[in-house]
T-cell receptor
Framework: AQRVTQPEKLLSVFKGAPVELKCNYS??????LFWYVQYSRQRLQLLLRHISRESIKGFTADLNKGETSFHLKKPFAQEEDSAMYYCALKQGSQGNLIFGKGTKLSVKP | NAGVTQTPKFQVLKTGQSMTLQCAQD?????MSWYRQDPGMGLRLIHYSVGAGITDQGEVPNGYNVSRSTTEDFPLRLLSAAPSQTSVYFC?????????FGPGTRLTVL
């Protein structure tokens, strides 16, 4: 079955520390993966998509097909990075998204 | 562009009542969808539509109905609300590889 797993409900780091939000997936085929972010009192928005291989707000994510992972990384966390982060997998002919359960990132001063 | 809009922002219902959550987008996107967001459960797809007149079920469709008479609007109907439907509901529309989400409707069913 197609599935997205985010093993950490909550991740707490200090400002300036590196951060890694884990995402593992289960998918038979060539996956398309995304990271979405939801800041407090704001709507969900796209942060990264793996096909773009881009860096947004200092975040990067590399697709590792061998480990079926798409971890989100940032070398130096900022307080404004505090938010809920969701990993998502595109599935099926209609391209519906399957979301992980989310990881709440808290960056302490 | 207003993007994706949802009304109401908050709603409290009694068990058994019915209501419609409204969703509209002004980006001319063919694909629209409804999700519910519950603590510890992430976002789960309720229903989706790939164009006017075409709808299909997602992961958790029971208790919800949808219709798509225009490209712009995609309302979600709760026919007989239950406490298990207490949640935050998000509507989204999609262009290519990006989904645009509405601000959400927080629904409480007593």
């Amino acid at each position: 079955a197609q599935r997205v797993t985010q093993p950490e409900k909550l991740l707490s780091v200090f400002k300036g520390a590196p951060v890694e939000l884990k995402c593992n997936y289960s998918y038979s085929g060539s996956p398309e993966l995304f990271w979405y972010v939801q800041y407090s009192r704001q709507r969900l928005q796209l942060l990264l998509r793996h096909i773009s291989r881009e860096s947004i707000k200092g975040f990067t994510a590399d697709l590792n097909k061998g480990e079926t992972s798409f971890h989100l990384k940032k070398p130096f966390a900022q307080e404004e990075d505090s938010a809920m982060y969701y990993c998502a997998l595109k599935q099926g002919s209609q391209g519906n998204l399957i979301f992980g359960k989310g990881t709440k990132l808290s960056v302490k001063p | 562009n207003a993007g994706v809009t949802q009304t109401p922002k908050f709603q409290v219902l009694k068990t058994g009542q019915s209501m419609t959550l409204q969703c509209a987008q002004d980006m001319n996107h063919e694909y629209m969808s409804w999700y519910r967001q519950d603590p510890g459960m992430g976002l789960r797809l309720i229903h989706y539509s790939v164009g006017a007149g075409i709808t299909d079920q997602g992961e958790v469709p029971n208790g919800y109905n949808v219709s798509r008479s225009t490209t712009e609007d995609f309302p979600l109907r709760l026919l007989s609300a239950a406490p298990s439907q207490t949640s935050v509901y998000f509507c989204a529309s999609r262009a290519l590889n990006e989904q645009f989400f509405g601000p959400g409707t927080r629904l409480t069913v007593l």
